[in-house]
């Protein structure tokens, strides 16, 4: 009995590494190699530099916002993606090469100007956000008709005698 215990030991502690090895590569499976990150923001002394390649529009100002504690809301569609690089900019000049693929609009403090709300939405192609589809305009633009004032004064003065 003794040397079945011996013998039960000795090929545990032969076979517990060889089993954990073998466990080690089925629950580790090889990874491919993440491809590059679409942008590389970088913020050094409140300047911006960004080198983006094919990159979502959307999470490139959603980025910028996070990191510079500044509220952003971003009316685009997700899959909206931009090629763009700069280096060393202010925010507010950063927000000025943004422009040229999309409306942005922020708002800045009184005193210094710091830009604390940045908005955005798409250019003039699509349907923006809240806009009638081309369906609803042409209903309502044969409906419609030009302003009219309709409001006399004299008729409000002879009402007050």
């Not at 590569?25 to 300047?47: C, D, G, K, S, Y």
């Not at 927000?95 to 708002?107: A, D, G, P, S």
């Amino acid at each position: 009995m003794m040397r079945w215990v011996m013998t039960l030991a000795m090929l545990s502690v032969c076979l517990i590494p060889c089993l954990s090895v073998g466990q080690e590569a089925t629950h580790n499976p090889a990874r491919p190699a993440a491809p590059p990150a679409p942008f590389v923001l970088t913020i050094q002394e409140r300047l911006l530099s960004l080198q983006a390649q094919d990159a979502s529009l959307q999470a490139i100002i959603e980025e910028i916002g996070r990191r510079m504690h500044i509220e952003v809301k971003v009316h685009l569609p997700a899959e909206e993606r931009i090629t763009l690089a700069f280096e060393q900019l202010s925010l507010a000049e950063a927000i000025e090469q943004l422009r040229r693929y999309t409306n942005v609009v922020y708002r800045t403090t009184q005193a210094q100007g710091d830009i604390t709300h940045i908005i955005v939405f798409p250019q003039g192609g699509g349907t923006a956000v809240g806009t009638p589809t081309s369906d609803t305009r042409d209903a309502t633009a044969s409906e419609s008709r030009p302003f009219r004032f309709d409001f006399d004064p004299s008729k409000y003065l002879q009402e007050r005698k």
